[in-house]
């Protein structure tokens, strides 16, 4: 069978992959509220102006860095299918052990997810679907965890969820002060066996983006 060959971006493509990469080491470095577009401007070495044509302003940037990431992060979800009940466990241990190796991530998360807090920042209302997509999937899911395998204390399955991402959100805040040295991965594994999850290897084999 013939390898499909891979669409080659045309220029437009590839300038907008540069300036949107540009603004996420600059997010992460500076946060939004201190980042100006020429400041992503000089980081994508291209003119004020140019970067206008593609995005017309710095919350067009950000939605969009947001955006392809979820997509990114979705699509991988399909790995886990074959886990049952346990996919969604699985998936996010994945994400916690991936984004290890990519600190600018995390660090663009711990930094937007506090500024978010503010009823003006453009990130708001995204922040506010994830977390409550996040934390209403991951209750379906020890829902039917409990069912099987009740917990060995008293939990309510949101309150298992809502654990999950408060400890998540917690250690990568952890992990950026501590340069790296507390291993995320092993302590969501840890919490989530404490409340009867036990997670086999997980497959390797995710492709990151070029």
């Known amino acids: 069978m013939t390898t499909p060959v891979p669409r080659k971006l045309s220029k437009g493509e590839r300038t907008k992959t540069r300036i949107l990469e540009a603004a996420l080491e600059v997010f992460s470095e500076q946060g939004f509220s201190q980042t100006s577009v020429r400041d992503i401007a000089t980081r994508a070495d291209i003119t004020h102006v140019g970067l206008m044509h593609h995005f017309p302003s710095k919350d067009d940037m950000l939605v969009r860095i947001l955006e392809f990431r979820e997509k990114q992060d979705e699509e991988d979800a399909a790995r886990f299918a074959d886990l049952g009940i346990d996919r969604l466990f699985a998936w996010i241990v994945d994400i916690v052990d991936k984004n290890i190796a990519h600190p600018d991530r995390i660090r663009l998360f711990v930094t937007l997810s506090a500024e978010a807090s503010s009823d003006e920042h453009p990130a708001r209302a995204y922040f506010v679907r994830r977390y409550t997509r996040v934390i209403g999937a991951l209750e379906a899911s020890f ?68």
């Open 143 to 210: 829902a039917a965890h409990f069912a099987v395998a009740p917990p060995r204390f008293e939990i309510t399955p949101r309150e298992a969820a809502e654990s999950i991402v408060a400890l998540m959100d917690g250690l990568q805040v952890q992990w950026l002060l501590f340069d790296g040295e507390i291993d995320m991965a092993a302590r969501v594994r840890t919490h989530l066996a404490g409340l009867g999850v036990s997670l086999p290897a997980l497959p390797t084999g995710t492709k990151e983006p070029a």
